[in-house]
């Protein structure tokens, strides 16, 4: 069975905080995506990876993708309470039966 | 242009009733999926459909069947429903393999008593 693990679960920081998060696997993926979900909506696309040791920007956000495609993370710099919500890795590894991770549930404080 | 539209946003049902989760797509997408939510579970795939015509079961099928009514619908069907079943349902669409672009609905919230 297929598992993305994702650390940590929760995370509770001040305004103006860096952080990172973790999407890890033993498997290898031929794209991963982050995603954002906030209470009462759906996951909202943040980032597709697809090249092993690729880092993609995405204003305070950056992603990296692992060299060897297993593992990803996510660093956000100076968190605001905007970023407040759930990030959601997952990886796809070439059909259609993508995988999720539980996700990583940030709250950040004004 | 409302993206994915699931309908309804809440339900109650008591064990053994039936129901049918509403799907629609304005994107054009050619795959639709379907997953449930559970807390500290992450999102599962119950089924797919990576074209109109097709529907494959993913990894939580038992329980639910699917019908791709046309290129834009993609409904979820509990037949029986058992406590189970009680769960965040998100229908989703993309148009290439595996979600690489994909848009979620806002989500069914599923209650069964």
């Known amino acids: 069975t297929q598992l993305l693990e994702q650390s940590p679960q929760f995370l509770s920081i001040q305004e103006g905080e860096n952080l990172t998060v973790y999407c890890n696997s033993s498997s290898v993926f031929s794209s991963l995506q982050w995603y954002r979900q906030e209470p009462g909506e759906g996951p909202v696309l943040l980032v597709t990876v697809v090249t092993g040791g690729e880092v993609k920007k995405l204003k305070r956000l950056t992603f990296q993708f692992g060299d060897a495609r297993k593992d990803s993370s996510l660093h956000i710099t100076a968190a605001q309470p905007g970023d407040t919500g759930l990030y959601l890795c997952?990886?796809?590894?070439?059909?259609?039966?993508?995988?999720f991770g539980a996700g990583t549930r940030l709250f950040v404080k004004a | 242009n409302a993206g994915v539209t699931q309908t309804p946003k809440f339900q109650v049902l008591k064990t053994g009733q039936s129901m049918t989760l509403q799907c629609a797509q304005d994107m054009n997408h050619n795959s639709m999926y379907w997953y449930r939510q559970d807390p500290g579970m992450g999102l599962r795939l119950i089924y797919y459909?990576?074209?109109?015509?097709?529907?494959d079961k993913g990894e939580v099928p038992n329980g639910y069947n699917v019908s791709r009514l046309n290129k834009r619908e993609f409904s979820l069907r509990l037949e029986s429903a058992a406590p189970s079943q009680t769960s965040v349902y998100f229908c989703?669409?993309?148009?290439?393999?595996?979600?690489?672009?994909?848009?979620f609905g806002q989500g069914t919230r599923l209650t069964v008593v």
């Open positions: 459909s990576a074209s109109e015509g097709t529907t």
């Open positions: 997952a990886g796809n590894t070439g059909g259609f039966k993508t995988i």
């Open positions: 989703a669409s993309s148009d290439n393999r595996g979600l690489t672009e994909a848009f």
